[in-house]
């Protein structure tokens, strides 16, 4: 890893000063106004953190250094034969912001295949739990298991030196990303192939090893595995999974403890356990109308039914996005090139007719259109991977390259302890009726 390394550092030491003179000039300025309603409602539209490794904006959707998904998966150099570009492509943009060269993937690529080993310890410890557990509880208690391989938290017992914090949560990131597929792999094995496990395949890529360890042979997953890898890395700073990683870790918990907290966050169903919630639902319905082919009418009834039991319409809306997500028209592309009559994903297609009319008719939902989760899940029911428990734990694997670049970038910039005030109902009386201040006014 020496020269990605080494090419972290510089950019890293770069931008540190940059920063350094940036806020000795304008530290004082301010950045928008916090409204009452923010601070009940989410902070939403509150812009309240620096994330590097992608910028998310309303109307055009996430671009990872400057590069949208359909510029990613034209530039970013593809394993042979294929045409969905190479996760680890997307991860060396995220954390040195130039877009690698081939050489300098097959470097990732290698690298993490070096790192992969995960020690018996972490399986035993997975084989503790039922097997009924949900597979995104396996993999968070794989995570912490792992944690006893942390080159971070050894050496800050040592004394570290702050300095160093950075080099330490980098190779933790490394051997983090490079070991997770095959914990991953492992869960969905022991779960759903009476623990049938397959060795790594060392020649593969990352992605297309994860597939070979799940046990799909074919081109079509691994193509998929390689697009999905990449779509679901990251999404600026402030959606839970990033947001948690980030806050935990700048209380210098180790990259596992981080990421192990993002991965809780996102098992939410209003978060990552939304591409499952997609799949169950649609299953529901078919079942419900007894048919694998609901007619637009139909999808209509349903929907309806779904809104005025009090759920939500899983798959739909977004906290900061305001048109379709290109992650989901990504993957509607790769649905139209490789399974275009499949029923499950001309569901899908459907819905995405039906829905944004129906939401946007309630006149609350800033955001009728489809997010990512809309899609993912139709498309691995496609290519044979049916349990769809299991999807969030793939969307968990693929936002480890983004929140851990992330974290890089964090101890390499010398974040702060993330620690924002908070305000009780009775000082808002108080403020409100001119008898107490809010601290920073
Ligand atoms: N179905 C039904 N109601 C919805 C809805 C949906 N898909 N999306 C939003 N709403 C409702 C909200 O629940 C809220 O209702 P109340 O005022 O009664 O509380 C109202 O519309 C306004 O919400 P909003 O401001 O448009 O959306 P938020 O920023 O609060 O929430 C999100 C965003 C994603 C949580 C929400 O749209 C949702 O619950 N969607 C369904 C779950 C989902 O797909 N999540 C995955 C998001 C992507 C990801 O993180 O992976």
């Known amino acids: 890893m020496g020269v990605i390394k080494d090419r972290f550092k510089a950019k890293a030491d770069q931008l540190g000063v940059e920063i350094k003179d940036l806020l000795k000039e304008h530290g004082n300025k301010v950045i928008g106004e916090v409204q009452l309603s923010q601070i009940y409602q989410g902070m939403r539209g509150m812009t309240g953190l620096v994330s590097e490794t992608s910028l998310l904006d309303a109307q055009e959707g996430i671009r990872f250094r400057g590069y949208s998904i359909p510029e990613l998966r034209e530039k970013l150099p593809k394993a042979p034969g294929g045409s969905e570009p190479l996760p680890e492509g997307l991860f060396y943009l995220m954390l040195i912001g130039e877009l690698p060269t081939e050489e300098d993937v097959q470097h990732v690529t290698a690298v993490l295949q070096r790192r992969s080993h995960v020690p018996n310890h972490v399986f035993h410890t997975i084989e503790a739990l039922p097997l009924s557990t949900h597979p995104m509880t396996q993999f968070v208690v794989g995570v912490m298991a ?211 009319p129906i939401l946007q008719s309630l006149g609350k939902i800033k955001n009728p259109w489809p997010n990512v989760d809309a899609h993912s899940g139709s498309l691995l029911v496609g290519v044979g991977m049916k349990e769809y428990e299991y999807y969030t734990v793939l969307f968990g694997v693929s936002r480890a390259l983004g929140v851990l670049a992330s974290l890089c970038w964090d101890r390499a910039l010398g974040f702060a302890i993330e620690r924002p005030k908070s305000v009780t109902t009775d000082l808002v009386k108080k403020w409100l009726k001119g008898e107490e201040q809010i601290w920073g006014e």
């Open 146 to 356: 792992l944690q006893t391989e942390s080159q971070f938290s050894k050496k800050y017992a040592q004394g570290m030196n702050k300095k160093d914090y950075w080099e330490a949560v980098f190779d933790d990131s490394m051997d983090l990303i490079a070991r997770l597929p095959r914990v991953a792999a492992y869960i969905y094995r022991r779960k759903y192939k009476f623990g049938e496990h397959i060795q790594p395949n060392g020649l593969l890529d990352w992605a297309g090893n994860f597939a070979h360890m799940l046990g799909f042979e074919d081109d079509t997953f691994k193509e998929l595995m390689r697009m999905y890898m990449t779509i679901h890395a990251d999404h600026e700073g402030g959606n839970v999974s990033a947001h948690t990683t980030h806050l935990v870790g700048s209380a210098l918990a180790d990259p596992y403890l981080s990421f192990a907290a993002g991965m809780n966050g996102l098992a939410g169903p209003l978060h990552g356990l939304a591409n499952q919630e997609v799949v169950k639902w649609i299953f529901e319905m078919q079942a419900e109308l007894n048919t694998d082919s609901p007619s637009k009418e139909q999808i209509e009834e349903y929907v309806k039914k779904t809104l005025t039991s009090g759920k939500v319409v899983p798959g739909y809306g977004h906290a900061v996005l305001r048109k379709t997500d290109p992650r989901f028209t990504a993957q509607m592309e790769f649905g139209k090139k490789h399974m275009p009559d499949d029923k499950l994903v001309n569901t899908v297609w459907n819905i995405y007719e039906v829905v944004p």
